[in-house]
C-alpha cells in the first residue's frame, strides 16, 4: 500500500511535469494529463493503494493505515532520488529516516483486534434511559 501510494504519487508527478505550462486556469489539463501513459499508469497505482488500505482497515488499526497512507510521500522522495535524481538536503534526508523508523514501530506496535467496545449502551441518546 505505501508503494503503492509512493509509485502513483511520482509517476502524476512525471506526467504533469511533462505537460504544456499555463498560467491560468486551464480546463483542458486533465484531459492532457490522461493522454499520457504515465499519468495514468499512476491514477491506477492510486486505485491500487486505496483498495489495499480499504482492505487493511479490516484487520489493522485505523492509525496504522492512515500513516502508512501518508508514508507514501516518503517513497515518493526515496523514488525520485533513485530514478529522477532529485537531491535532498540533509535534513529532509534525516526525516525520511524518523518516517520509515516511525512506521516499522506502528508496525511492530500495532495488533489485529476486533473493536473494543466503549461503556456507552447500545441505545440512541435520544431515547431517556428512566421511564
Given at each position: 500500500?505505501?508503494?503503492?501510494?509512493?509509485?502513483?504519487?511520482?509517476?502524476?508527478?512525471?506526467?504533469?511535469?511533462?505537460?504544456?505550462?499555463?498560467?491560468?486556469?486551464?480546463?483542458?489539463?486533465?484531459?492532457?494529463?490522461?493522454?499520457?501513459?504515465?499519468?495514468?499508469?499512476?491514477?491506477?497505482?492510486?486505485?491500487?493503494?486505496f483498495l489495499?488500505?480499504?482492505?487493511?482497515?479490516?484487520?489493522?488499526?485505523?492509525?496504522?493505515?492512515?500513516?502508512?497512507?501518508?508514508?507514501?510521500?516518503?517513497?515518493?522522495?526515496?523514488?525520485?532520488?533513485?530514478?529522477?535524481?532529485?537531491?535532498?538536503?540533509?535534513?529532509?534526508?534525516a526525516l525520511?529516516?524518523?518516517?520509515?523508523?516511525?512506521?516499522?514501530?506502528?508496525?511492530?506496535?500495532?495488533?489485529?483486534?476486533?473493536?473494543?467496545?466503549?461503556?456507552?449502551?447500545?441505545?440512541?441518546?435520544?431515547?431517556?434511559?428512566?421511564?
Amino acid at each position: 500500500m505505501i508503494f503503492a501510494y509512493g509509485v502513483a504519487n511520482l509517476l502524476q508527478s512525471m506526467a504533469a511535469t511533462r505537460t504544456t505550462v499555463h498560467h491560468t486556469f486551464d480546463p483542458g489539463l486533465l484531459l492532457r494529463l490522461v493522454s499520457h501513459r504515465t499519468y495514468v499508469i499512476g491514477i491506477s497505482c492510486q486505485a491500487l493503494g486505496f483498495l489495499l488500505a480499504f482492505l487493511a482497515r479490516r484487520d489493522l488499526p485505523l492509525f496504522l493505515v492512515q500513516s502508512s497512507m501518508a508514508a507514501g510521500l516518503g517513497v515518493t522522495a526515496v523514488l525520485g532520488v533513485m530514478i529522477l535524481k532529485w537531491r535532498l538536503p540533509a535534513a529532509e534526508v534525516a526525516l525520511l529516516v524518523l518516517l520509515f523508523a516511525g512506521i516499522g514501530a506502528l508496525v511492530l506496535a500495532a495488533q489485529p483486534a476486533p473493536p473494543g467496545r466503549s461503556g456507552r449502551s447500545a441505545s440512541p441518546p435520544w431515547r431517556s434511559r428512566s421511564r
